[in-house]
């Protein structure tokens, strides 16, 4: 709701994310919000999961669907955890 009360604020917010992140070169975001994850991905080709979807992943479970949607940047390997 902060992007739909505050957009001017909430759009300097997410050029500033935006770029932090992508000055990054990652294969994933993740986020625990859902207004965060929209608002960031509508600002990158980098896909963006919810951070549930990411450790679901990584202990086996299905691939996130972001990261097969066309556009995606890249293809990242399955993360594993130790």
């Known amino acids: 709701t902060y992007n739909l009360m505050q957009p001017e604020i909430s759009g300097q917010l997410k050029?500033?994310?935006v770029r932090t992140l992508e000055a990054k070169r990652p294969d994933i975001i993740a986020a625990g919000n859902?207004?965060?994850m929209m608002?960031?991905?509508s600002g990158t080709g980098i896909p963006?999961?919810?951070t549930v979807e990411l450790l679901d992943w990584?202990?086996?479970g299905p691939k996130p669907p972001a990261?097969?949607?066309e556009g995606?940047?890249?293809a990242p390997e399955i993360p594993?955890?130790?």
């Open 72 to 74: 995606s940047q890249r």
């Open 48 to 50: 963006v999961v919810h």
């Open 58 to 60: 990584a202990t086996g």
């Open 39 to 41: 608002q960031i991905g």
């Open 15 to 17: 050029a500033r994310k």
């Open 80 to 82: 594993r955890l130790r």
């Open 34 to 36: 859902i207004g965060c």
């Open 67 to 69: 990261l097969d949607r």
